[in-house]
């Protein structure tokens, strides 16, 4: 099984600061089609999860541009340009390239 | 409006069985993956099965032998029935589509004695 890890698992920022979360997999997540299959998830306190970014770096209809992703391969990143209340909650990364779909253990995001 | 609402939830003893049922709207079914995830209570996610247009299955390996994904194009729903349930199979199921781009609001599975 491909094994997703985030870093760090908590991040405490500052209301108009940047925020940066890690993920980095076992296995390469290019599949054969060239595709990355890398995504990353929003789940807000006491809400289902959301789709951020989908393969690495494109976000979902509706994603505010202050989210970003970038990577490569193994290693992944998600970035907040300037973290608002609203982003509040724990973010995690996907992978479906290969069965089992994995995800990492999830990096809560909280204000300081 | 595209949605899916979970169903199906509740309380079982460990050994019992339980189906969960998706319905969806305001897209077409057949061409789409579309899963169960869930979620213990204040832990993370987990996929726990995968269905492909309709046809193609796949599981985790712990409900692997308890638990069938199964779909009605005709009735827009997916389902999964959850056989010899144990403890840790209990938490928040959700029914989502593709590689997560929708997701319902979950429907609660509790397996205690």
């Known amino acids: 099984d491909r094994v997703m890890t985030q870093s760090p698992l908590s991040l405490p920022v500052t209301l108009g600061q940047s925020a940066s979360i890690s993920c980095k997999s076992s296995q390469s997540l290019v599949f054969r089609d060239g595709v990355t299959y890398l995504n990353w998830l929003q789940q807000r306190p006491g809400q289902s999860p959301r789709l951020l970014i989908y393969n690495v770096s494109n976000r979902d209809s509706g994603v505010p541009d202050r989210f970003s992703g970038s990577g490569s391969a193994t290693d992944f990143t998600l970035r907040i340009s300037s973290v608002e209340a609203d982003d509040v909650g724990v973010y995690y990364c996907l992978q479906t390239v290969g069965w089992p779909w994995t995800l990492g253990q999830g990096t809560k995001v909280e204000i300081k | 409006e595209e949605e899916v609402v979970e169903s199906g939830g509740g309380l079982v003893q460990p050994g019992g069985s339980l189906r969960l049922s998706c319905v969806v709207s305001?897209?077409?079914?057949?061409?789409?993956?579309m899963s169960w995830v869930r979620q213990a209570p204040g832990t993370g996610l987990e996929w726990v099965a995968v269905i492909k247009r309709l046809s193609a299955t796949y599981y985790m390996d712990s409900v692997k032998g308890r638990f069938t994904i199964s779909a009605d194009s005709a009735k827009k729903s997916l389902f999964l029935q959850m056989n010899s349930l144990r403890v840790e199979d209990s938490g928040l199921y959700y029914c989502?589509?593709?590689?997560?781009?929708?997701w319902g609001q979950g429907t609660l599975v509790t397996v205690s004695s």
């Open positions: 305001g897209f077409s079914f057949n061409n789409h993956f």
């Open positions: 989502v589509r593709e590689r997560g781009d929708l």
